[in-house]
């Protein structure tokens, strides 16, 4: 008992030591690839036809004059001050604030696709698995197939045409009516702090807005959960345990819910913490897409201007998010699975 409590004792220390190393290695590559890359913010704050003179005082005010390896070592002194910045392009605001204004966008738009994700992809592979060799067998493998090879920006735009410019379903880029007040900013998510102050209608806004790209996107992530579900959820229908339920008389359905899918659903978890904190660093193509005012589409202004402390901050942001949900998964999974610890 005391070797096993030891070895997960060891486990988290390398997992917690391992964690800086991780963030610091996007922090390095984020910085050397904004360097990298071709053009001058200068320019893309000041444009092409400034005086000279003009971008060589906003350089060095940037402290883009200065030797690469003091730029690093500048920068790295800030974020340990929890300092990312000011943004070039947001009439001087700190990128914190930056981010505090787009992230709950982000946030809402990414829990609400994965509702929709983890739905139908749990269900389309329950039905899969538990009707082996038949055509619904054969749907759900299709399926799977064909929603995680679907390139995202391109199923956003035929989404939009279809429902919104041709039928007129839904509206088109934007996450609430201009000419109607949105909640008061209590948590930043329209659909809580709907709740939270008791307007239903603001709530049915919310919601109707958020249909169209929170749907697409889930769709298109729900082959992930299909395949898993799937593919685990047969192999525990073949153990010996369901085998001798089954010698028992208990009915299929009761098998399927009561004994089969609580195993099978254990690597989903995995997966949806990663797929999760991967979907708030990687939302940009469905925020650009469907024009949602989040952070990944305030990265992509950003990026197009030449703003290097709002990428570079928002990189770490979305960086951070990541490093620490894998390190909780990595510790509940080996809380839970003695096996992971060696």
Not at 45 to 59: C, D, Q
Not at 272 to 299: D, M, Q, Y
Request: proline share 6%; net charge positive; hydrophobic share 50%.
């Amino acid at each position: 008992m005391a070797s096993r409590s030891k070895a997960l004792q060891y486990y988290i220390l390398v997992r917690l030591l391992l964690a800086p190393l991780m963030l610091l290695t996007i922090i390095t590559v984020v910085f050397l690839l904004l360097r990298a890359t071709p053009g001058d913010p200068a320019d893309a704050i000041l444009g092409n036809r400034a005086p000279e003179a003009t971008k060589a005082l906003l350089r060095e005010q940037l402290g883009l004059d200065l030797p690469l390896w003091l730029q690093y070592v500048r920068y790295l002194g800030s974020l340990l001050q929890f300092d990312l910045g000011t943004s070039l392009t947001s009439r001087g605001l700190p990128v914190w604030e930056v981010i505090q204004q787009h992230f709950p966008a982000t946030v809402e738009l990414t829990l609400f696709g994965m509702i929709v994700a983890v739905v139908v992809g749990a269900g389309v592979g329950m039905l899969a698995a538990s009707r082996q060799g038949t055509w619904l067998d054969v749907g759900g493998r299709l399926f799977g197939i064909i929603t995680y090879a679907l390139p995202l920006f391109w199923m956003g735009m035929v989404v939009q045409l279809i429902f919104s410019v041709q039928l007129g379903w839904f509206p088109l880029g934007t996450r609430f009516p201009l000419d109607v007040p949105p909640p008061p900013t209590l948590s930043g998510l329209y659909t809580l702090d709907s709740l939270l102050t008791g307007n239903f209608l603001q709530l049915k806004t919310a919601l109707y807005y958020l249909v169209l790209p929170c749907c697409t996107l889930g769709i298109l992530l729900s082959g992930i959960f299909e395949r898993i579900v799937r593919v685990n959820l047969r192999q525990t229908l073949q153990s010996d345990y369901v085998e001798a339920a089954r010698a028992r008389g208990i009915p299929e359905r009761k098998i399927l819910w009561n004994h089969a899918l609580k195993n099978a659903l254990i690597p989903v978890i995995t997966v949806l913490g990663l797929t999760f904190a991967a979907l708030l660093g990687g939302a940009v193509l469905t925020e650009v897409t469907f024009s949602w005012p989040g952070l990944g589409n305030r990265l992509y202004e950003a990026i197009s201007l030449r703003d290097y402390p709002t990428v570079q901050g928002i990189m770490v942001f979305f960086g951070a998010i990541v490093v620490m949900v894998s390190l909780v998964i990595d510790i509940v999974n080996a809380l839970i699975d003695p096996r992971i610890r060696y």
